[in-house]
Every structure is written in C-alpha cells, then in structure tokens.
C-alpha cells in the first residue's frame, strides 16, 4: 500500500523558512515521479515542484524557482521541500503526491497522481 505522510508546515513570518518532509512507503523511489502541490483557500491545486529521479529531472514553477529546493534521501525515504524567503502568497495547504512513471515530472497531469498525502498546512504572516 503506497502511503504519504507530510510533515513540518507551521505559522512562519514572510522572509523566513520552512523545510516539509514526506515520508513515503509502498513504493520504490526510482519507478515513480513525486511532486509537492499546494492549494490555498479559493484556489486550484498548483504543481509547485517535483522529481523523477530515474532521469534525474526536477521541475519548479515559477512563482518559487529560486526560493524552494525539493530533494530526497533514499535511505529514509523521504522527500523534502526547502522553502525560502517565504511570502505571504505562498501560504496554501502543501500536499506530497506520487504517480508511477519513468518520464519528467512536470509531464504528467495533476490528475495522474494516485496517491496523495494528508496535507501539511503553511501560514506566512507579513
């Protein structure tokens, strides 16, 4: 059974940082793309970063190429979002997502992510 689990969002002041963790099981890291989403209230769910590590591909959007980092470590299956200079704009429920796949990340729809985590929720005050 594939599993997802988020953790580290909290209440943050713009300009700081936070690092999300998500602990993932059921599945072998190299045979699929894991990504990071987030949704704020009122907003669709956005594709923020994500990896497929088999072709060694990451991908980011735009509104955070520069300020967030997404990484893994095998070992502890886990995969991480450093995020930077934060804003208040960035604030959203921070979701981790995993869909089998072999290809860049950023290929595959939204929709195609079977398996998703709980959420983690990050709050940036100004």
């Known amino acids: 059974e594939v599993q997802l689990v988020e953790s580290g969002g909290g209440l943050v002041q713009a300009g700081g940082s936070l690092r999300l963790s998500c602990v993932y099981s059921g599945f072998t890291f190299d045979e699929y793309a894991v990504g990071w989403f987030r949704q704020a209230p009122g907003r669709e769910r956005e594709r923020i970063s994500c990896?497929?590590?088999?072709?060694?591909?990451?991908y980011y959007a735009e509104s955070v190429k520069g300020r967030f980092t997404i990484s893994s470590d095998n070992a502890k299956n886990t995969v991480y979002l450093q995020m930077n200079s934060l804003k208040p704009e960035d604030t959203a429920v921070y979701y981790c997502?995993?869909?089998?796949?072999?290809?860049?990340?950023?290929?595959?729809?939204?929709?195609?992510?079977?398996?998703w985590g709980q959420g983690t929720q990050v709050t940036v005050s100004s």
């Open positions: 997502a995993a869909t089998r796949g072999y290809y860049s990340c950023s290929g595959y729809p939204i929709y195609e992510y079977d398996y």
């Open positions: 990896i497929t590590s088999s072709v060694d591909i990451t």
